[in-house]
């Protein structure tokens, strides 16, 4: 049997009087790929600030390797990369390997101080990410798409459970988002990391999400990926508010 | 010189005071100027003004406080200010920066009030504002030695926390960093410095040994540790350098120390700005 890994139970947020989000259930397990898509305003990166807790829920539990969130402290088991990771003051003077290794914070206890082991697991983090060759290079000197790899590193670093990321493609080039998702995916398999990734790039994250759930405020579909596929555009444009049209790799190579 | 340091207490006193300021501030001050919060300092040193001043007036009025070192109160007022700014960044969530003005234009408004009541302070209040070789009494250097020992543990055991907090406050407290204890720690430490500095430096300059040096080391550095190394050893030679020309110049080292810095500063730009011409012209002719 696997292990729950995240449970949403009945959650309700209100922000201002405002129903953010409503009733909400999720129950992701070991090992799971998930993409969490919905339209901007949709709750997502809420649920995400909900699941990390960032933020406390109005109502409903929310419980993290079984172990209600307000009481959670295996902190290290939670990857996280945001969507502001690349909006960091990138003149801020610290090299690739000393932002990777200060995921190891709180893993590595307080009072205590990193040593050549810290360093060691931070290179290795970095070669999941291909970037060990510019672990002394300052963080501020590399293009998007190679900060947010380093980012994904320090997410890493920990050995987590989970990795969480908030539509960590933003401002990333086209061409380097499909091998940020090929990355995504061998994390997933060949390191068995369970992965809640938000995104609004539905057509190329479904194709690899083993789970997709769809958020506008509420639940209006969770399951696995052959399920989504089957269901109909019209349904999906229903409660994404506006038109959406899905291109599967499939149509494009009939296209070809 | 020498023979001068080794025959006066007084200047003893000014020269290790100022040579412990010029590491402790810098380091704190990078962990301020990466935050992007480099004006708390002057937030504080006009807080600590404001208790200066008030301890200067109720020395004229209270027999207790004519016996009282002033920067006690000036510390006290300071620790006070730092308190209330990270309630009051947490009060304007949105809007974290103006934390900083309030509590400065605070710190002004009360000390204009006490400068008022007591009807000016003459020369005493001159040397909080910009600093005396000669008023650095050996009470003040031990004020000064015991909060380097607290700053220095204090980076010591929390660096790795202070990074993490430093670079990603969000991502530093989803990992579990304990960021609101070692904030408000940072904060009273931060506090004590600028009182334990005014002495030396000035209220008005405090801040700027805790600013200049670190805007010059991190032109250089590629590294945080490399920052932090370069911010004391920029820190280090403003001070001597600028108390060695307030001696000579009998004039106030606040302003030496932070003219020094300056012109440290203005160096280092034109340095990497000349490197970096170099380099390209020696790329565009390896191109051609």
Known sequence: ?256 | MIEAILTYDFLQNAFLSGMIIGIVAPLLGLFIVVRRLALIADALSHVALAGIAGSLYLSQQVLFFSALNPVYLGMAAAVGGSLLIERLRGAYRHFEELAIPIILSAGIGFAAIFISLAKGFGTDLVGYLFGSVSAVSRQDLGIVASIALCVIGFIYFFYKELFALSFDREYAKVSGVHGKVIQTIFMIIVALVIGASMRIVGILLVSSLMTLPVAAAIQLAKSFKGAMLYSIGIGELSVLIGLIAAYYLDIAPGGTIVITSVIILLLVLFFKKTLRKMVGTKGEADLI
């Not at chain 1, 200060?102 to 970037?131: C, N, P, W, Y």
């Not at chain 1, 061998?186 to 958020?215: F, Q, Y």
């Open chain 1, 1 to 256: 049997m696997k292990n729950t890994i995240i449970e949403c139970k009945d959650v309700s947020f209100t922000y201002d009087r405002t129903e953010v989000l409503e009733h909400i259930s999720l129950k992701v397990e070991q090992g799971e790929f998930w993409a969490l898509i919905g339209p901007n305003g949709s709750g997502k990166s809420t649920l995400i600030k909900l699941i990390l807790g960032l933020i406390k829920p109005s109502s409903g539990s929310i419980e993290l390797f079984g172990e209600n969130i307000s009481s959670f402290r295996q902190r290290e088991r939670i990857g996280y990369v945001s969507q502001k990771s690349n909006a960091f003051n990138s003149g801020f003077p610290a090299t690739v390997l000393e932002v990777v290794r200060s995921g190891l914070t709180r893993k590595t206890g307080l009072f205590k101080h990193f040593t050549k082991r810290e360093d060691q697991q931070a290179m290795e983090a970095l070669k999941i990410v291909k970037m060990d060759s510019y672990h002394s290079r300052p963080i501020g000197e590399l293009s998007g798409g190679q900060q947010q790899r380093v980012f994904i590193a320090r997410a890493l670093v920990g050995k987590p459970d989970l990795l969480i990321m908030d539509e960590p493609t933003v401002g990333i080039d086209q061409q380097n988002i499909a091998s940020f998702y090929t990355m995504l995916q061998t994390l997933n398999r060949d390191h068995g990391i369970a992965i809640l990734l938000v995104t609004h790039e539905i057509d190329i994250v479904t194709d690899l999400a083993s789970h997709v759930a769809c958020l506008n405020r509420t639940i209006h579909f969770h399951g696995v990926q052959s399920d989504y596929k089957k269901m109909d555009d019209l349904d999906i444009s229903n409660w994404y508010g506006h038109p959406v049209r899905r291109v599967h790799q499939s149509d494009e190579e009939v296209e070809r």
